[in-house]
């Protein structure tokens, strides 16, 4: 296997990794400074008790931005995800799961590096966190499914299609439930990070690797 594609291979598997960790690792370096109620509902909320979070997508913007893919189709999806990935650790969320003056509120009157009010940091963060779960869609969909093999062809798919109904349920759990919308990002970002360590190669062995589709 030549330098490439060994490349190729370890940037899928690195990305595979941090997907699948970001919800763990970002809970468990949380839950010591957990000050406010609700600190768990969402990843994003563990902006404000752990720097893990922004590190973590700051370095999975950094790669996805830096995969070459094989098309137009696979560049395009790809930068998407690594713009909106950027986009969540630049604009923050606001825990609007509490309905009384907080002492979040008391204490981040602006958040953020464009130092937002936290309800404007609210929108653009929606928005970036909604095209970035689409997009991990998308690309299962679109481009992983471009791959010879029918299993995994049907793999991507289902896992592209279950993406795509957990960030449905997002927005309901939003709106009725807030203390579960973690379980579902958990959900979405264990879908994205197995799918690319499969396509990574993770679980063949050596003389089976050769990058592909």
Known sequence: MDNRSLSYLTQRKVIGFLGIFLPLLSVLSSYPAHWFDGWWYSISITY?????MAIVLGVVSLFLFTYKGYDMADKIINRVSAAAALAVVVFPCYPTFNDSPSTFVLIYEKVGIFQLEPYNSEVFHTIAASALFLSFALNLIINFAKCNSKVQKMYYRISGALIILLLIGIIVLNIYAPQYVIFDEFGILFL????????GKTFQNETSKSVTR
């Open 48 to 52: 404000y008790q752990s720097p893990v």
């Open 192 to 199: 994205f990070g197995l799918a690319w360590l499969v396509k």
